[in-house]
């Protein structure tokens, strides 16, 4: 596979009341990235891992369980659609989630992301958006963010945790079609939205060669990752690709999960519901405490007071069977 790598701006200030003029959804204040400290970086595009990069540890999960044929990475889970057809092209995806309540993270800096994309799995072109969730200064920090590659992440707001954001990505119709980002945060459309985007018919070829609905482990510039936030449980639902199920005859569908350099399931998605369209992805440990990926602490120049984090792409290790215990 093509190597890409992701960027995403994350505002350094880790408060998220007192910073002026914000929307409100369901009487919840939701503020602007432009309230916030600008970060001096953002997102780039990700790629393989090396496996001495691997996450560390977190808790003791000795009992979970996968689905069948989910293959391993050091840095997704979730669920991953290619076309059965040669000819196949996405060109819309959608899903919801709710924003993970990351406070009983115990250290500072950890970090997860929930995002849904088109493209760069098997090309350096992807479009994306989603939300990133950070400990920062003791407290969460949750921004909305989408990307076009090779360009760099644009931060839209911060939302509260439990938020429910409902996400899409699609092409228009026409001779000159364009790419329409949209969310609803708790059901409502805030009044923070991104333009839409204008992209080139290889470009267009590039992106609609796969669909992702990922919860993701952050890194920083240098490639570190960060420690791993206690994100819990994060319900997917609604996922779609070309207004269909995610498991529709149409799609090759692969799951994804994060695990150790030493084999503890770090992140495990969970086998598709019944409708073909809502999974979770779960940190399988009762622990409150967030474990720093092995070998992989930040240091100087990694910390995030830049805020910088990068997307990677999954390096895909092992294929595991139905109910395989780790």
């Known amino acids: ?47 393989w891992r090396r496996p001495s990069q691997s996450s560390g540890t977190q808790g003791n999960n000795t009992n979970v369980n996968l689905p069948t044929g989910t293959q391993e990475s050091e840095n997704w889970a979730g669920y991953i659609d290619t076309p059965t057809s040669t000819n196949g092209q996405y060109t819309s995806i959608s899903g919801s989630w709710t924003v993970p309540d990351i406070s009983a993270s115990q250290q500072n800096d950890a970090a997860a992301a929930q995002w849904i994309g088109l493209g760069g799995v098997s090309s350096t072109d992807l479009l994306q958006m989603g939300t990133v969730e950070q400990i920062q200064n003791g407290q969460p920090v949750i921004e909305v963010f989408w990307e076009q590659l090779p360009s760099s992440a644009q931060n839209v707001m911060t939302v509260p945790a439990g938020s429910t954001i409902s996400a899409m990505i699609a092409e228009t119709t026409g001779e000159n079609p364009i790419w ?26 590039g992106i609609g060669t796969s669909a992702e609905w990922i919860s993701e482990d952050p890194s920083t510039q240098n490639d570190r990752l960060y420690p791993l936030a206690n994100m819990g449980t994060v319900s997917y639902q609604s996922a ?48 409150t405490t967030t474990t720093t990926p092995t070998g992989t602490t930040p240091t100087s120049g990694d910390e995030p007071n830049g805020n910088t984090f990068h997307h990677r792409g999954y390096r895909q290790q092992n294929v595991f069977w139905t109910n395989r215990g780790w």
């Open 1 to 47: 596979m093509m190597k890409t790598r992701l960027k995403l701006k994350i505002a350094s200030s880790a408060v998220l009341v007192g910073l002026g003029v914000c929307s409100l959804v369901n009487s919840v204040p939701l503020h602007t990235s432009s309230n916030l400290k600008s970060s001096t970086d953002v997102l780039g595009r990700y790629h």
């Open 180 to 205: 329409n980002l949209t969310f609803t945060v708790n059901g409502q459309t805030p009044s923070q939205t991104i333009s839409p985007v204008t992209i080139d018919t290889s470009y267009a070829n």
């Open 240 to 287: 779609t690709v070309n207004g269909e199920p995610l498991n529709y005859t149409t799609n090759q569908v692969q799951s994804e999960a994060m695990l150790s350099s030493n084999g503890n399931v770090l992140i495990a998605p969970s086998a598709l519901g019944t409708d073909g369209e809502s999974f979770t992805t779960s940190a399988p440990t009762t622990s």
